[in-house]
């Protein structure tokens, strides 16, 4: 088992897991305050880019602890881990607590009902803070990133300054 290969698997599931960051607030957005004939439709969409956010979300857990396993060990006990480790369980929190109850509840109820609107406000403030833990894990790990990113010894940008 190579350690690159499972390096590359994590990276490519790190940027699934942050797709549906781009649609899921924008869908759920409109559910709070579409109309009825599109509710459905987005309700999908957003059972969608859940489960496709959970798949990626677990391809990310495992190749992360096999890495750990190969190489990195070490790195369980430093700042960035535990920090992310401590988001992860905030956004873990949001899709128990709110999120499910509230798709749990849409299941049950048509637009308009009793419940609706405030099932959809509970699922709006869910993918809200679930986009934010995600969004927050995202830059804690670019900033922890041991990639050398140096715009500035690019061939275009060295003429300038030589």
């Known amino acids: 088992m190579s350690y690159n290969v499972i390096k590359l698997v994590h990276a ?3 940027v699934a897991a942050t797709g549906p960051l ?21 309700l999908r969409g957003l059972d969608a880019t ?9 391809v ?17 006990f430093q700042l960035w881990f535990l920090l992310s480790v401590a988001i992860f369980v ?5 899709e128990k607590r709110l999120r499910d109850p509230a798709n749990d509840a849409l299941a049950t109820l048509l637009p308009g009902e009793e419940g609706w609107q405030a099932s959809v406000s ?10 934010v833990c995600t969004a927050l894990i995202l830059v804690v790990m670019l900033m922890h990133s041991q990639l050398q990113i140096n715009l500035l010894t690019l061939s275009p940008f060295s003429r300038l300054f030589s």
């Open 12 to 14: 490519l599931a790190a």
């Open 90 to 94: 905030l956004d873990s929190l949001a």
């Open 60 to 76: 990310l857990m495992l190749s992360g602890i096999v890495m750990f396993w190969l190489q990195d060990w070490h790195r369980v």
């Open 122 to 131: 509970r699922l709006h403030k869910a993918v809200i803070t679930q986009m």
């Open 22 to 42: 781009l649609f899921a607030p924008w869908m759920s957005a409109h559910l709070k305050r579409g109309q009825p004939q599109n509710q459905a439709i987005l």
């Open 50 to 58: 859940d489960r496709y956010y959970n798949i990626a979300g677990w």
